[in-house]
């Protein structure tokens, strides 16, 4: 399904290895409480000091990923006045490969959240030509971030950036669907939504208000006065525990091109659904790849 790679959130470079995800945060957490005009970048983006608020150094972090996955998050440490005055006299300098530091984590990043955040760490140099590397955490929560390996879908679908590679989401209650890769990810409304710039995604839950209604029974009730499609255009699977249907169209309107695809994946008491548009009529491949990548596991159910 992998399409449409997006571009690094760091340095803007299209991104198009997937054994390595880079992931910017652009400002320490309490900097973006604060008004700009007490944000001062010391020469260069890497270093900020924020009246009444602290001092910052801009690092990589590196979390290992299953899948053979590496993810990169340039974040934030707080560092004192001393430290933040020492990378600024060596940033551009050949001393600079020999920089290391301490600091605290400055970024609330999921899935840890406020495990992290204020979490001593060391940061250091390992190419002249990049932002420092942390390399040690301090406490059970850092040292445990770098040490272990993490499951890839777990700690990428908690990220909203467009990303290099398919990442599997959760949508809860069992319910889980693909986001391609270069897709962007919100959630609105009980409506989880997935956007690039030519394609988009708007994935629903549906319970069943009739208890022990047949899966084909609950799927009849959805497509009440849903389009009666040419068979050229519509679907029907079977899944375990219940079936799949989907159908599309070119609506007839004279605003920008655009063709809809509704897809379902119906099981006893829930449903899925799936509502895509896109520009090119080559879309629907991708359309169709994601709807049959709705999936209801009834191990994660409630």
Known sequence: MTAHLPTCSCCGDTLSDGSRVDIGFNLPDAALRAPEATRHQLGVRALMRVDGVGCFVRCLLPVSLTQATELVMGMWLEVDDATLRRAQDLWEDPRYADLSFQGKIANRIQPWGDELVGAEV????????????VVTGHGPAAARLLAE?????????????????????????????????????????????????????????????????????????????????????????????????????????????????????????SAAGAFCTYEDPAGLAWAQETWRSLNHDLRTAP
């Open 122 to 133: 060391t940061a250091r140099v390992g190419d002249a030509e990049e932002l420092p590397y």
């Open 149 to 269: 390996t993490w499951e890839r879908d777990h700690v990428l679908s908690r990220f909203p950036n467009p990303l290099p590679v398919d990442v599997r989401t959760s949508l809860g209650d069992g319910w889980s669907v693909v986001r391609t890769a270069g897709l962007g990810a919100s959630f609105a409304d009980g409506t989880d939504h997935f956007t690039g710039p030519d394609r988009s995604v708007a994935v629903n839950l549906m319970e069943d208000d009739v208890p022990g209604r047949a899966p084909e029974d609950f799927l009849a009730a959805l497509m009440a006065g849903a389009p009666d499609k040419l068979p050229a255009q519509r679907r029907t699977e079977p899944v375990p525990g219940g079936l799949r249907y989907a159908f599309w169209l070119t609506p007839e309107d004279n605003g920008r091109p655009r063709h809809e695809f509704y897809g379902f994946t119906v099981v006893t008491g």
